[in-house]
């Protein structure tokens, strides 16, 4: 019985997500957000229709999807988008996670938050989903320059925030020394990068073979699966690691016409349930549950990814057009900064609750907003450029 229940509950999840992106495309909101508020809906915040035996599903899931998210992001790391474009990559990408930091963390402390509470925040603020702006820009159709920066900065920046939010844990955390979180990341953000490295250049002389110019849906899935079952089973960022190896592919697998072709095939079906789940786990009592001082934090975040991208910019080199740009765009927050708050709020039970809160409430409202604020910049700018031509 229970397994008919799974069944018939991720069939109607399928269709209803036709339906969800059927109203994206009508209203011009962005697929993402309309999977996550049917999530949303029928979760435990809203109808409470999913069986537990579908909740179970979303951790082996996100992994899956948010691997070949960053598959195909570390395919953007080319040698050719790197050298056009990676000026305006690391300084975007930096600034953002350095002011993110700095400007959360100066303002909850004017508020009246402790300095070292603050800096956690600020450190967890610099998060974003990748999942979310990846998926934005392959829905709008949209190519060109501003799109392979982003695509670039979201490969890269939660690397960036991991070692930010480290340091800062460090910082605060004087009992443990410093060893501690800084080893953890060294070893989180270094075993990937290895991990991408043994899987990625075999898989770039390899692949691709038994069909000349792109790799099998089959040679997908496989490097995919493997890439995420060894980065769990070495406790690595799975994330680091599947960019590593689309990064390797793409330089190295000079025999390939389209890398990872068949990953976008089948990327779908994984993303969408994990969109769906995702708009399931979150709580909307947290959105309100400090008041005013989530809407403090949001306000904070959304300030800070203003003003560092566009200092970012300026030093990247980015036209004129793109330069106030760069911070809505990369709005978007998940899986990611709830990780670094259970990190903080194991290491401070004391201010395990507000931590937590502050942090599900930000995602509750960059994750439905967020992926809107992405689209419009995308069409901004893009309207911007064919104007200009």
Known sequence: MEQALLLITLGVLFLGSLLADKVGHLTRLPRVTMLLLLGLLVGPSGMDLLPGSVTDLFEPISVVALTMVAFLLGGELTRENMSRHGRAISSISLCIVIGTTVVVWGGLTVLGFSPELALLLGAIATATDPAAISDVIRQSGIRNAFTETLSGIVAIDDVWGLLMFSLCLALVDQSGGWAAPLLGAGRDIGGGVLLG????????????RLKQGEPLQTEAIGVVLLTAGLAIWFEVSFLVAGMTAGAMIANLAHHHEHAFHEIEYIEWPFMLLFFLLAGASLELDALWALGWISLAYIGLRIA??????????????????????????????????????????????????????LTISATVFFEVIGPLATLLALHHVERTRQQGS
């Open 197 to 208: 490295l043994c899987i990625g250049i075999p898989s770039a002389v390899l692949t691709g």
């Open 304 to 357: 800070a990814r203003l003003v560092s991208g566009t200092i970012g910019a300026r030093i990247g080199g980015v036209p004129r057009a793109q330069v106030n740009i760069y911070g809505v765009a990369l709005l978007p927050q998940a899986g990611v900064a709830v990780g670094m708050a259970l990190v903080a709020a194991e290491t401070f039970p004391g201010w395990a609750e507000t931590i937590m809160t």
